[in-house]
């Protein structure tokens, strides 16, 4: 993977004599998706769902849109604008555009029927992710027919070019279902919707706590806790949270904790018993 600049990368791209196609995400960009589309040949362009087995959202895209020099005002708002995810840039060979899309239209379901699911390939996110964890020959399976492709990555542009351009057939372990999760960033999403329900099932208790320590540290701390019990379902996570706030010094009793011969399924019901029995106290 290298960084260059879009507008470079597609020069680059065109002194090769290579089409330059936008793939593009319609939910997000439906506006340019309008002007791009309007009045455009049939031939240099296609919505990646017709002809599968979710043809009824062709109207909506994804798009994969073949990219003349008329369409630089589009590309530069584009370009200016790459935080709003948009999609991503891809070359290929004169013509091959039908041959990109089938490409992807064999790879925009995952799952097995009835329990299928759209595979975002037009995400950009979606992209780097799996290109950061295929090896080269995953790669050019993953790729296809496209030569190089340009996206946006955190906070740069980022480049790969394919080591193995062409048709694949559809193997049978899908490596790019595979990707393991981005542990960072699903640790901050998980941490932010503890923060949101506490705020607002527990605003009070919650106040107080952040009057002393730190909440985003606190919250940390207890998920941590839940899952060195064997607590991992929201309904274990909310419980640790509530009856933490509720206890003194934020900390539940130590009488509270697993003992040794309790699986978390044990635990946790004993703990529940524990708390309805306070609960019940309390209202007496």
């Known amino acids: 993977m290298t960084t260059l600049p ?16 936008l793939i593009l995400n319609q939910n997000s960009e439906s506006l340019t998706s309008h002007t ?8 240099t362009y296609c919505s990646v769902y017709s002809q599968t087995l979710v043809s009824r959202l062709a109207s909506a895209g994804p798009f994969i849109i073949v990219l003349n020099s008329s369409d630089r005002e589009q590309l530069t708002q584009l370009f200016n604008t790459p935080e709003g995810n948009w999609g991503w840039l891809a070359s290929i060979a004169s013509g091959d555009l039908p041959a990109l899309a089938q490409h ?12 299928q699911v759209l595979y975002r390939f037009e ?11 295929l090896s080269p020959e995953q790669q ?3 790729l296809g027919p496209a030569i190089s492709v340009c996206r946006w990555q955190d906070e740069h542009w980022a480049i790969t070019d394919n080591p193995t351009p062409g ?3 559809l193997s049978e372990t ?18 932010l919707n503890a923060h949101r329900h506490v705020l607002d099932k527990h605003y009070d208790q919650y106040r107080q706590l952040a009057a002393r320590q730190m909440p985003f540290a606190w919250l940390k701390s207890k998920r941590n806790q839940a899952f060195r019990w064997g607590w991992r379902d929201q309904q274990k996570l909310e419980f640790l949270f509530t009856r933490s706030l509720d206890s003194p010094e934020f900390e539940l009793p ?24 306070l609960t019940i106290k309390g209202r007496s």
């Open 174 to 191: 899908l490596d790019w279902l595979n990707i393991p999760p981005n542990l960072d960033k699903l640790d901050s999403i998980h941490a």
């Open 104 to 115: 992807w239209r064999a790879r925009c379901l995952a799952g097995a029927a009835p329990h």
């Open 140 to 142: 050019g399976a993953y």
């Open 6 to 21: 879009p507008d470079q990368w597609l020069e680059m791209q065109r002194r090769h004599v290579r089409d330059v196609c």
């Open 254 to 277: 130590r009488t509270w904790y697993p003992r040794d011969d309790e699986d978390p399924a044990t635990h946790f019901a004993r703990v529940s018993h524990l708390a309805n029995v």
């Open 123 to 133: 995400d950009n996110r979606v992209l780097n992710r799996a290109l950061a964890h």
């Open 36 to 43: 791009l589309l309007n009045g455009r040949p049939p031939d």
């Open 167 to 169: 048709e694949h057939p």
